[in-house]
């Protein structure tokens, strides 16, 4: 009996048939071209790659020495701000960052005007703030308005031109907080605040193009899926002509 139910037994790992050691090893080799071609390409990208600083960061890294030892002048601490917004404008930034940074954009902002126009700035900052609390909805014209006042003095005041996005990013962001001067904190985290956001590893398989896309999201979205489809194709085809080499019909 137990002779008997040993010759149902199937095993995929352990074929006892010419056919089944086909299958089997034909499987292997097509799954082990799926996983080379899928996991190969992160591998070789990880290989290939190389940090890449956006342009803010490398305008932030020219000034921070003297913005971090109070020795800046108007035009560094202008660059300074602009660095520090482009930060701003990203998506996936951390509650604590955001707040180290806005303190940061708000002190250039600050820093930029005559010391007699200070207070004024200083006001209208609170003001703003006052209002963006009290409001209920973000379509209020007297929110709309002061958004759009603020926008334009201090994206000026930054050097951005008039069609800069980042613009709409500077009354949102300001704070009085730290105003005066950049906390112990933000001394110590900005740089690496910047360097987590505006350096990002590229490599040659991100940077060209290929019928027109990026290689990497060629490879990733049309060159993989038609490979599975062939893999599959070719899986048939072999089986087929060793069904026949074999003599066996479905």
Same mark, same amino acid.
Request: proline share 2%; aromatic share 16%.
């Given at each position: 009996?137990?002779?008997?139910?040993n010759g149902y037994h199937i095993s995929f790992f352990k074929p006892t048939t010419e056919r089944a050691r086909f299958n089997r090893n034909l499987v292997v080799w097509?799954?082990?071209?799926?996983?080379?071609?899928?996991f190969g390409f992160q591998i070789a990208l990880r290989v290939m790659q190389k940090p890449t600083p956006e342009?803010?960061?490398?305008?932030?890294?020219?000034?921070?020495d003297n913005i971090s030892n109070s020795t800046a002048t108007?035009?560094?601490i202008r660059q300074f701000g602009f660095s520090v917004l482009s930060v701003l404008g990203k998506v996936a930034i951390t509650h604590d960052e955001r707040v180290i940074l806005?303190?940061?954009?708000?002190?250039?902002?600050?820093?930029?005007v005559p010391d007699s126009l200070q207070p004024g700035v200083y006001a209208?900052?609170?003001?703003?703030?006052?209002?963006?609390?009290?409001? /209920?909805?973000?379509? =209020?014209?007297?929110?709309?308005e002061a958004k759009q006042f603020l926008s334009d003095?201090?994206?000026? !005041? #930054?050097?951005?031109?008039p069609y800069d996005p980042r613009r709409i990013v500077i009354p949102i962001e300001l704070t009085v907080n730290n105003i005066e001067s950049?906390?112990?904190?933000?001394?110590?985290?900005?740089?690496?605040?910047?360097?987590?956001?505006?350096?990002?590893?590229? /490599?040659?398989?991100? =940077?060209?193009?290929?019928?027109?896309?990026?290689?990497?999201?060629?490879?990733?979205?049309?060159? !993989? #899926?038609?490979?599975?489809?062939?893999?599959?194709?070719?899986y048939c085809v072999r089986s087929d002509r060793r069904n026949k080499v074999l003599g066996i019909e479905d």
């Open positions: 009996m137990k002779d008997a139910e097509l799954a082990s071209v799926w996983f080379i071609t899928i342009p803010s960061f490398t305008i932030f890294e020219n000034v921070w108007e035009g560094e806005s303190e940061a954009m708000s002190w250039s902002v600050y820093k930029l209208e900052m609170q003001d703003f703030a006052a209002l963006k609390a009290a409001i /209920s909805n973000i379509s =209020d014209e007297e929110y709309i003095k201090y994206g000026n !005041l #930054l050097g951005l031109s950049l906390s112990d904190a933000s001394v110590h985290s900005l740089p690496s605040i910047m360097e987590k956001y505006l350096v990002h590893n590229q /490599s040659v398989l991100t =940077d060209i193009k290929f019928l027109g896309f990026p290689f990497h999201y060629f490879y990733t979205a049309v060159f !993989l #899926l038609v490979l599975f489809v062939g893999l599959c194709w070719i």
